[in-house]
Antibody
Framework: QVQLQQWGAGLLKSSETLSLTCAVY????????WSWIRQPPGKGLEWIGE???????KYNPSLKSRVTISVDTSKNQFSLKVSSVTAADTAVYYCARGRMGVAVADGVPTKTYFFDFWGQGTLVTVSS | QSVLTQPPSLSAAPGQKATISCSGTTSNIGNNSVSWYQHVPGTAPKLLIFDDNQRPSGIPDRFSGSKSGTSATLGITGLQTGDEADYYC???????????FGGGTKLTVL
């Protein structure tokens, strides 16, 4: 049974660095794309970025300059850091397992990308 | 403003059918598969549909997905009060080189 368990500081001050970790149980990191997604209060879901077990990363262009996602294969964990946080970074942060591949629809190959297992979520509040 | 466009809210009666739309472009929906998630506030989002129209194990066939061109649709039949939640579409955007979500649709069953 795949489980993701996340933790990290829930209250930060402006300009500090947000740090969260997600431990993966029941499956190795290889073969998947380990992602971070957030939901600000009253708003929708926002993809932050992902990392593969080899350490290859992709980031949301709007957050790229402040975000670092890293992986520790020895502990089967991956982590998120967001620097210079402001009140706009207040959100519930989720870690998730991403699946990426090729699907065939009506004989036409398309890229498939979805999240099938999620962590429980961590509320991070940034105060000024 | 979200890359994918969804109606903010939708209401339907128990037992009826709800249809939620998701509109994008050739950079995202037009050339990549769509997934759908059910999100009850305070819990983790749940995958309902992947690869446009595939249901994960354990998801009832009341939930269905379809796609045409640059738009996708989630259908929910036999609505139950337990279906009240926020629903999000998601796909990959080749121009942004990033995952993108719709703004979400709040479904009310009354």
């Amino acid at each position: 049974q795949v489980q993701l368990q996340q933790w990290g500081a829930g209250l930060l001050k402006s300009s500090e660095t947000l740090s969260l970790t997600c431990a993966v149980y029941g499956v190795p990191l290889s073969g998947y794309y380990w992602s971070w997604i957030r939901q600000p209060p009253g708003k929708g879901l926002e993809w932050i970025g992902e990392i593969s077990h080899t350490g290859s990363t992709k980031y949301n262009p709007s957050l790229k300059s402040r975000v670092t996602i890293s992986v520790d294969t020895s502990k089967n964990q991956f982590s998120l850091k967001v620097s210079s946080v402001t009140a706009a970074d207040t959100a519930v942060y989720y870690c998730a397992r991403g699946r990426m591949g090729v699907a065939v629809a009506d004989g036409v190959p398309t890229k498939t990308y979805f999240f099938d297992f999620w962590g429980q979520g961590t509320l991070v509040t940034v105060s000024s | 403003q979200s890359v994918l466009t969804q109606p903010p809210s939708l209401s339907a009666a128990p037992g009826q059918k709800a249809t939620i739309s998701c509109s994008g472009t050739t950079s995202n929906i037009g050339n990549n598969s769509v997934s759908w998630y059910q999100h009850v506030p305070g819990t983790a989002p749940k995958l309902l549909i992947f690869d446009d129209n595939q249901r994960p194990s354990g998801i009832p066939d009341r939930f269905s997905g379809s796609k045409s061109g640059t738009s996708a649709t989630l259908g929910i039949t036999g609505l139950q009060t337990g279906d009240e939640a926020d629903y999000y579409c998601e796909t990959w955007d080749g121009s942004l080189n990033a995952g993108v979500f719709g703004g979400g649709t709040k479904l009310t069953v009354l």
